[in-house]
């Protein structure tokens, strides 16, 4: 088993910022994909970013330029810097984590944390 534990979220004015962090622990490998998704009010959950354990990204066209998501593997911790944003950034942000590489492996999710953006 592998526990999430995500921090940062919080209340911020458009156009600002906020960290999120998200600490991994239990079974982990050392090949991981690590990422955050969100889900708004009547929406589906989304990818907003994920970064496998050698340091591929990919983002979510709506947050390119304005997120960087980063890992400290040694730490087993991924963060989402996000910047310039926006009210349809408001969401509840889940960090995920898949084991190995693919779709076949065990995929793991945080509690989530709340971002809202006032504007």
């Known amino acids: 088993q592998v526990q999430l534990v995500e921090s940062g979220g919080g209340l911020v004015q458009a156009g600002g910022s906020l960290r999120l962090s998200c600490a991994a622990s239990g079974s982990i490998f050392s090949i991981n994909t690590m990422g955050w998704y969100r889900q708004a009010p009547g929406k589906q959950r989304e990818l907003v970013a994920r970064?496998?354990?050698?340091?591929?990204?990919n983002y979510a066209d709506s947050v390119k330029g304005r997120f960087t998501i980063s890992r400290d593997n040694a730490k087993n911790t991924v963060y989402l810097q996000m910047n310039s944003l926006t009210s349809e950034d408001t969401a509840v942000y889940y960090c995920n984590l898949r084991n190995g590489l693919g779709a076949s492996g065990s995929m793991y999710w945080g509690q989530g944390t709340q971002v809202t953006v006032s504007s």
């Open positions: 970064i496998i354990s050698g340091g591929m990204t």
